[in-house]
């Protein structure tokens, strides 16, 4: 199974040839390192909620293929719809099998904001590899070996995502969430946190603009 990250939240996992993508959001294609022809067209796209950084439906219909599959919550199909893009509902505590991928949905609150949050779907792939869009309101996952976890972001504090991390306990850490900071304040907080992180025998790994990083076993 090898993982990419493909700027801020979006994350390709690619398994036995098969490939599932999470949000691309407008905030990886803005700066123009990326667009969303780069992006290897996926067999399975997930969707987390609507904000733009993670549903942007003009990068959605260049990467989707005929037979991709689009799974999301109801209030994402809603907007789907409206664009011509099927979709697959999946709710909060309901598990499906698309290729080789087993995808369970959680209902996880997205941060607080100033503003109203909107729904936000977290999702465990496999069993072990859980990525909570805007979230760090995630329950006790045993068995964690990736946890895609925001590090910065209106909504949270470095001390909170630390906190989160140490908790759940995962093999692997992979930040996300992070595409509007600026490299140099990157550096500090990837510093800080991969420090707690190791202390605790948990792996903290920064991938770069499509770098994978490959699982064995």
Partial sequence: MIIKKFLHSCILIESNDKRLLIDPGEFSFVEGKLKPEDIPKPDV???????????????????VKPNTKVVTHERIAELLS???????????????????????????????LP?????????????????????????????????FLPIAAPWLTLRETIEAGLRLKPKTIIPIHDAFMKDFMLERLYAMAEKKFSAAGIAFKQLALGEELLLTG
């Fill in 45 to 63: 796209l997930l969707l987390t909620h609507e904000h733009a950084d993670h549903y942007f439906p003009e990068a959605i219909r260049k990467i």
């Fill in 82 to 112: 409206k664009e011509h893009i099927p979709s697959v509902t999946l709710s909060a505590g309901y598990s499906l099998t698309l290729e080789t991928f087993t995808i369970e949905a959680l209902d996880l609150p997205h941060g607080a």
């Fill in 115 to 147: 503003i109203p949050e909107p729904k936000n779907s977290g999702y465990l792939i496999n069993k072990a590899i859980l990525h909570p869009g805007d979230s760090l309101a995630i329950p006790e996952t045993r068995g964690l070996e990736i946890l």
